[in-house]
């Protein structure tokens, strides 16, 4: 295996300041820490870069706009897009799927239907929400098993109504990954039924949407692999910087959609009653963009491209099956997650102490967990909870990040065992 996690984990100058020798970060699936190479790309373009781009003619404006599209067409490489027009930059992953359910959803009308499951971030979820009560938009939901979408009963809820299937291609609560293999199967399979030839998406009328979110970290995307119409996420969950997310979209597709957010950059000329807008993909790119941020994407791109991808998941893949081993040996924890075919996450409660004082404790021994529905309420009411512990891994954590996890949660629970009168459990925190 060509990966040394020691040797990555140094790239990361978070770990390596005085305040956080200690720390052990299992955090990773809410936002991954940066290595050098993105913090010095940020200060870099401030030192030497910054200006507003595509609006102005000096020096300075043109090198910052030459960044942005040297950094779109290596995100189109890096997700598999064919073009870099089909790369479109948003504020985040959410930014991007507002983007996107509102620009498919002005060309539905009452009565039409969008498919999402239970397992949606509240980002791909709320949106919908929001747009079905403004147009009679019907949401249906993939048919689930204590809330893990079961894919291969999709076709139980496609109907000739369907207009959009919005699914994560992965669980940021519970960590399970969706086959998006079988996705695909079942809507080429509906899309040939019903459609004839000269669709521009491969699923005829009907819109795929991939919430990729918490797969960059961890697999090699490629779009075209995975033959949706649309890809969300964000670079912050993939060691890039925060305030940037990425859309890709197929250009065929693109080109039909009305824009979402009106503004500066997206437009050729205004009059004041009506304006045209701009070309791919500046006409979704409203107002400034994240500049210094994509600058870090940059960085953060040919950093990806350094490492040995598939050692890294193999390395990360064995991390987490010893976490969940070592998870399901203590008494009374109940382990929602599955360490098998899991982007990263272990998901615990416990049946004698509270989420939230689990995490509080190890936050006193300097372990980062996440506490809480993790923004996906509809599916951990559906396991049968309202907050569980969740600790995510990527490739710079260790073995002894997990023994020190075990060993925190082994002794808060000595501790109850000592205590005569237990302490009532805090409340779940949201
Ligand atoms: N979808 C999923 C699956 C996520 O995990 C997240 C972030 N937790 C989002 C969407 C939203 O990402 P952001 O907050 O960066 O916009």
């Known amino acids: 295996m060509n990966f040394s996690s ?17 720390l052990v970060y299992l955090d990773n699936a809410a936002t991954t820490q940066k290595p050098a190479c993105v913090i010095d790309a940020i200060r870099d373009f401030y030192l030497h870069s910054n200006a507003n781009t595509h609006r102005s003619s000096h020096r300075l404006a043109r090198r910052a706009t030459e960044m942005v599209e040297r950094v779109r067409a290596a995100s189109a490489r890096f997700l598999g897009a064919e073009s870099p027009r089909e790369i479109i930059f948003t504020r985040g992953a959410t930014e ?4 996107l359910a509102n620009s498919l959803c002005r060309g539905l009308v009452a009565g039409d239907e969008i498919i999402l499951s239970t397992a949606e971030h509240h980002a791909n979820l709320v949106p919908w929400q929001m747009l079905a009560a403004q147009y009679g938009l019907v949401l249906r939901f993939v048919p689930d098993a204590n809330g893990v979408p079961q894919i291969d009963r999709i076709a139980e809820v496609l109907s000739p109504r369907t207009r959009v299937v919005s699914i994560t291609g992965g669980s940021n609560a519970l960590g399970f990954r969706t086959d998006l293999a079988a996705l695909r199967a079942t809507l080429a399979a509906k899309s040939s039924a019903a459609t004839s030839s000269g669709a521009v998406s491969s699923q005829g009328d009907l819109r795929w949407i991939v919430d990729g979110s918490q ?4 697999d090699v995307v490629d779009v075209a692999a995975i033959g949706c119409d649309f890809f969300v996420c964000s670079a912050h969950k993939f060691y890039g910087p925060t305030g940037l997310g990425l859309v890709y979209g197929r250009e065929a597709l693109l080109r039909e959609l009305p824009p979402w957010q009106g503004g ?8 004041l009653l009506a304006s045209d807008y701009a070309d791919l993909p500046h006409r979704f790119e409203a107002g400034t963009s994240s500049l210094a941020a994509i600058a870090g994407l940059g960085a953060c791109l040919e950093f990806l491209g350094k490492q040995d991808r598939l050692a890294m998941a193999q390395y990360e893949q064995s991390l987490l099956a010893y976490l969940h081993d070592r998870l399901s040996q203590i008494p009374e924890l109940e382990l929602l997650s599955d360490a098998r075919n899991n982007l990263g996450i272990a998901s615990f409660v416990h049946a ?3 989420a939230i004082d689990i995490a509080q404790w190890l936050d006193g021994r300097d372990i980062a967990v ?3 529905h993790h923004c996906a309420q509809p599916l951990l009411h559906a396991a049968g909870h309202t907050a569980t ?3 995510s891994l990527v490739a710079y954590n260790s073995k002894e990040d997990i023994d020190r996890l075990i060993a925190g949660v082994e002794e808060l629970l000595r501790q109850l065992d000592d205590t005569a009168e237990p302490q009532p ?3 779940d925190s949201a």
């Open 425 to 427: 459990a805090a409340a």
């Open 215 to 218: 797969l960059v970290a961890h």
């Open 6 to 22: 020691q040797e990555f984990k140094q790239q990361f100058p978070l770990f390596s300041q005085a305040e956080n020798r200690e």
């Open 389 to 391: 512990v969740r600790a």
């Open 264 to 271: 500066g950059e997206m437009i050729t000329s205004v009059d």
């Open 96 to 99: 991007g799927l507002n983007l």
């Open 370 to 372: 996440r506490v809480g």
């Open 352 to 354: 004698r102490c509270a």
